[in-house]
């Protein structure tokens, strides 16, 4: 073929192929229902109208947000059919194994929870001894500092939560390291989606919510919160990645104010340190003050930590019963 016929074809070429039409994602992206939803949720906890994000009752609807996720996401594999593709049945099964883990980290909330409970009950015993001006005998004084300095060793043995931070931490490795795999493509491109959406969604909103929760029940933890791997293309990713830095600036700014993250637990601590300060010094004036403020902020932790404590347990038997559910769907397929 002479040079001229040959650069007439190869033009030929280039102009044919650059005039076939070629696959363009849709845009806007086409949202799923769960996506429309878990956007607007996320978008709720970033901008909290009666909470603080160190604060219990903030905790409390992050949990509940992720007890949410886990009942929208069983639907959502309810919907897919009674048989899933090959895809979809391995996202289940990885979803079954951060399961695990996550319950691991729910049991070590739990065991803290108690903790907590055990360190206000010995501060109300402290203030109870020391109530009353005119019975403060050094016997009395002595049980008083005993129950003090029990809070003062749970507060070292509870600097960490090693237990939960270890199993979240295996979570967040195991998911960047595997990544999210495609929709599956022989379910209908609708359910594909939305089952991808709710599995990965859902996983990652449980996965902040538990780390949080975890950080804020350490009296001085070292750690920060586990890098949540979420979608990059959908809206909630987005919302989900803003919610996390924004968490993690407040949590790294209390610890470097040498502050326990949880608000109504740094107020327990810092009645335990007043009152340990005041016995020191023997004033009974002073020491009169420090017991009934003691005494009132201990109450108002105990009511306010009461419920993240129900919600903690409310999604460890949510855990259960979605691992319940996913072993059966195996099953059926």
Same mark, same amino acid.
């Given at each position: 073929?002479? &040079?001229?016929?040959?650069?007439?074809?190869?033009?030929?070429?280039?102009?044919?192929?650059?005039?076939?039409?070629?696959?363009?994602?849709?845009?806007?992206?086409?949202?799923?229902?769960?996506?429309?939803?878990?956007?607007?949720?996320?978008?709720?906890?970033?901008?909290?109208?009666?909470?603080?994000?160190?604060?219990?009752?903030?905790?409390?609807? /992050?949990?509940?947000?992720?007890?949410?996720?886990?009942?929208?996401? /069983?639907?959502?594999?309810?919907?897919?059919?009674?048989?899933?593709?090959?895809?979809?049945? $391995?996202?289940?099964?990885?979803?079954?194994?951060?399961?695990?883990?996550?319950?691991?980290?729910?049991?070590?909330?739990?065991?803290?929870?108690?903790?907590?409970?055990?360190?206000?009950?010995?501060?109300?015993?402290?203030?109870?001894?020391?109530?009353?001006?005119?019975?403060?005998? #050094?016997?009395?004084?002595?049980?008083?500092?005993?129950?003090?300095?029990?809070?003062?060793?749970?507060?070292?043995?509870?600097?960490?939560?090693?237990? =939960?931070?270890?199993?979240?931490?295996?979570?967040?490795?195991?998911?960047?390291?595997?990544?999210?795999?495609? =929709? +599956?493509?022989?379910?209908?491109? /609708?359910?594909? +989606?939305?089952?991808?959406?709710?599995?990965?969604?859902?996983?990652?909103?449980?996965?902040?919510?538990?780390?949080?929760?975890?950080?804020?029940?350490?009296? !001085?933890?070292?750690?920060?919160? &586990?890098?949540?791997?979420?979608? $990059?293309?959908?809206?909630?990713? /987005?919302?989900?990645?803003?919610?996390?830095?924004?968490? $993690? #600036?407040?949590?790294?700014?209390?610890?470097?104010?040498?502050?326990?993250?949880? +608000?109504?637990? +740094?107020?327990?601590?810092?009645?335990?340190?007043?009152?340990?300060?005041?016995?020191?010094?023997?004033?009974?004036?002073?020491?009169?003050?420090?017991?009934?403020?003691?005494?009132?902020?201990? !109450?108002?932790?105990? #009511?306010?930590?009461?419920?993240?404590?129900?919600?903690?347990?409310?999604?460890?038997?949510?855990?259960?019963?979605?691992?319940?559910?996913?072993?059966?769907?195996?099953?059926?397929?």
């Amino acid at each position: 073929m002479r &040079p001229s016929s040959l650069l007439r074809t190869l033009s030929l070429k280039l102009i044919s192929s650059k005039l076939s039409p070629s696959p363009v994602a849709p845009w806007p992206p086409v949202r799923t229902p769960f996506d429309r939803w878990i956007a607007a949720e996320l978008e709720e906890l970033r901008f909290p109208v009666f909470s603080r994000k160190t604060s219990a009752q903030w905790l409390s609807k /992050a949990l509940d947000l992720a007890v949410a996720g886990l009942e929208m996401m /069983a639907r959502s594999v309810a919907l897919a059919g009674p048989r899933l593709g090959a895809t979809n049945r $391995k996202l289940v099964e990885d979803y079954l194994e951060d399961v695990v883990d996550l319950l691991d980290a729910c049991n070590g909330l739990r065991d803290r929870m108690e903790d907590v409970k055990e360190y206000t009950n010995l501060i109300s015993i402290a203030t109870h001894y020391l109530e009353g001006e005119h019975e403060r005998g #050094e016997g009395v004084i002595r049980r008083a500092t005993a129950a003090l300095a029990a809070c003062e060793a749970m507060e070292k043995r509870c600097a960490e939560l090693k237990k =939960c931070g270890s199993s979240l931490r295996k979570l967040s490795e195991r998911i960047a390291a595997h990544g999210a795999p495609p =929709c +599956d493509e022989t379910s209908t491109s /609708a359910t594909a +989606d939305e089952l991808h959406e709710a599995l990965t969604g859902s996983r990652a909103v449980a996965l902040l919510a538990v780390a949080a929760t975890g950080i804020a029940l350490s009296f !001085r933890t070292r750690r920060g919160l &586990p890098v949540v791997h979420s979608s $990059k293309t959908a809206p909630w990713g /987005a919302k989900l990645h803003e919610l996390q830095k924004e968490v $993690k #600036e407040v949590f790294d700014a209390r610890r470097r104010g040498g502050l326990v993250v949880l +608000d109504e637990l +740094d107020a327990a601590a810092s009645s335990a340190r007043s009152l340990r300060d005041a016995v020191s010094r023997r004033d009974r004036k002073e020491l009169s003050i420090i017991v009934d403020l003691a005494r009132r902020r201990c !109450r108002e932790s105990e #009511e306010r930590m009461r419920p993240l404590g129900e919600k903690v347990d409310e999604f460890y038997r949510q855990l259960i019963s979605i691992r319940v559910s996913l072993l059966g769907k195996l099953t059926e397929t």
